[in-house]
């Protein structure tokens, strides 16, 4: 049996409390703003410096989002050299015009999309510190997730919009620059208004609190009247429990709700058109997604979730999504699944997505692609087969890069992709044909309700599921995640002894596997062989009604291995390693014996 350990056990996580009131320009497409931070820190060090995201800063010529586009061998064709082209009016830029701790003035610097702060006085482990802030922003244009007048015509998709306490964890602070990636910050409390001319409607990621003051801001049946285009409101949203706050405006949009049996309201917010004809069925397609999703990856724990049309694609936020909405049913179905996911896997988990992103775009592509098959109504043990095909196109292209890699650190964007999102599905896949698809589901299960609003990190993913299992498993993620090695068995020989037969089995790339063998007979029956690994010390259980034996151990240091079975070879009609496919053997050819 492995040694059953514990992770994090010193386990903290730093405590933000935002409150925001931000007045908008809708002419000049800029807005000025004032903060205040309530930072706790629960680490057991001493911080004498604290770090800020200015993300808009990205959206300059020259900065190092725009020569990374330029520079990268296949740049988003969202970037492409559309920052360089941006004139003055349509960049990105936030200004503090001062800052302050616990009314101290603070020096500070700015260096591209970091704010570096120099505190006034030090915050010991368990104090707490009160950061006040005002900024002038301006919102560039659409291009890459955050900004005005994206390609559908939505007026504001505001994401990372804000000056955003960097993260501090047990591997000290996170101020990575900002190149279109993965996002990493605190849980707490956001406590946001936003006074904007009154003909926009606002959607969020967060509870409006002054509906009745709104008057037809969250009213199904939404109706303008021009004469008030020249007047703002203010809109206030509380999120009690989040890392990141996103809005989105629009003068067109309408709003949809649709309630989910013992789950979330769900809220849809888009521009009525024939272009978004689609959306009209999208909430009751949500509802069976959400109790799925339920039933299968854990309880969604907030009370609502936004489905916004904005943004430059999906992007998930905390209880909400923005999704480009003209698409055609299957891929807007799938782009709003998909996001959703990112609910449990980056908005209540929120893993680094800098160093995990697999843990997250992974995890989330696993989940996405069982949960598009029940909606289809597909019965299909397959359903991740795409993402095995897209990580052997990875292996084949030569650019692979171990998991491991910063997400930033990529060096093209297809080698991020196909490892974040595809192999980081296949991870879990395949961790279900070491444990079985049962033990898979308990995991999953097991992984969310323990480590929801705590920042897993992949250790600690891998201590439920050996918690889970009874297996030793970090040997798998020595492989699969620190390596770009490779998995490919084979049957290399079939011999007659008597009334027996040797089937001879080789491992010919690194990355070693138990193996399930199966022997079809030509009476039509089948055996089933199961040859334990051993350094797993354990083994799965069987997951079908077929007759299993377990043979003795195959040691990772040996390459080959003789199973002889007792069956004679003029019954064989064939031998397969691993029918279910769940096993990322890159060269399948030789998985199979045919005996003629």
């Given amino acids: 049996m492995p040694l059953i350990g514990t992770s994090q056990e010193a386990y903290w996580q730093q405590e933000v409390n935002y409150k925001m009131q931000v007045d908008v320009d809708v002419e000049r497409h800029q807005l000025n703003g004032n903060q205040t931070l309530l930072y706790t820190n629960n680490s057991p060090d001493t911080l004498h410096e604290i770090y800020y995201h200015l993300y808009f800063n990205a959206f300059k010529p020259d900065g190092m989002m725009d020569i990374r586009s330029r520079s990268i061998l296949d740049p988003d064709d969202r970037v492409l050299d559309r920052i360089s082209k941006l004139n003055n009016d349509e960049i990105g830029y936030h200004i503090i015009t001062n800052l302050s701790q616990d009314g101290t003035d603070l020096s500070y610097n700015v260096e591209y999309t970091i704010l570096e702060v120099e505190l006034a006085h030090p915050i010991l482990p368990g104090g707490r510190t009160e950061l006040s802030l005002n900024f002038k922003s301006q919102i560039p244009v659409q291009i890459r997730r955050s900004g005005r007048d994206n390609k559908e015509g939505i007026s504001y998709s505001m994401a990372q919009w804000y000056p955003k306490i960097a993260a501090y964890d047990s591997r000290g602070w996170h101020a990575n620059p900002y190149i279109a990636r993965e996002f990493y910050a605190p849980w707490g409390q956001f406590d946001v208004s936003i006074t904007i001319n009154k003909n926009y409607i606002i959607a969020a990621s967060g509870i409006l609190e002054n509906n009745n003051e709104i008057g037809y801001g969250y009213q199904d049946d939404l109706s303008i009247d021009p004469k008030h285009n020249e007047e703002k409101l203010t809109w206030h949203f509380i999120n009690e429990k ?23 309201k769900l809220h849809f917010f888009y521009q009525q058109s024939h272009a978004t004809r689609h959306w009209k069925k999208l909430p009751e397609i949500l509802i069976t997604a959400f109790r799925y999703m339920n039933t299968h990856f854990g309880t969604y724990p907030y009370n609502d979730f936004y489905v916004i049309q904005g943004g430059d694609g999906g992007m ?39 160093y995990y992103h697999w843990m997250d775009e992974g995890y989330t592509t696993y989940a996405s692609s069982l949960t598009m098959d029940y909606l289809m109504g597909v019965d299909n043990d397959q359903s991740n087969a795409k993402n095995y095909i897209n990580y052997y196109s990875l292996v084949t292209s030569g650019q692979e890069e171990p998991m491991s890699t910063h997400a930033d650190y990529f060096e093209t964007n297809f080698a991020y992709k196909r490892a974040a999102y595809s192999k980081g599905a296949v991870s879990l896949s395949q961790l279900g044909y070491l444990v079985g698809d049962d033990c898979l589901k308990k995991i999953l299960l097991n992984y969310f309700d323990q480590w929801k609003f705590k920042h897993p990190n992949m250790n600690d993913f891998i201590r439920v599921a050996e918690k889970t299992s009874s297996m030793e498993l970090d040997w798998y993620y020595d492989y699969w995640i620190h390596s770009i090695k490779t998995i490919d068995y084979a049957i290399q020989e079939v011999q007659s002894i ?10 010919i790339k690194p990355i070693p596997m138990p193996i399930d063998l199966i022997i079809n007979l030509k009476d039509g029956t089948k055996k089933c062989y199961y040859i334990p690994l051993g350094i797993m010390r354990g083994y799965k259980k069987p997951e079908n009604a077929m007759p299993r034996e377990i043979m003795r151990d195959w040691h990772w240091t040996h390459p080959n291995y003789n199973l002889m079975i007792e069956v004679n070879l003029d019954n064989i009609k064939s031998i397969e390693i691993d029918p279910s496919r769940r096993m990322a053997d890159i060269d399948r050819s030789n998985n199979s014996y045919l005996n003629k």
């Fill in 242 to 264: 989040a890392h990141d706050f996103m809005w989105a405006a629009d003068p067109d949009y309408i709003h949809e709700t649709v309630q989910v049996p013992n789950g979330p």
């Fill in 316 to 354: 998930e936020y905390p209880m909400s999504t923005l999704i480009t909405g003209h698409r055609d049913l299957v891929s807007l179905v799938g782009v709003a699944v998909h996001e959703a996911l990112h609910s449990w896997y980056q908005g209540v988990l929120a893993t680094d997505e800098s």
């Fill in 498 to 507: 008597e009334q027996s037969t040797i089937i001879k089995l080789q491992r």
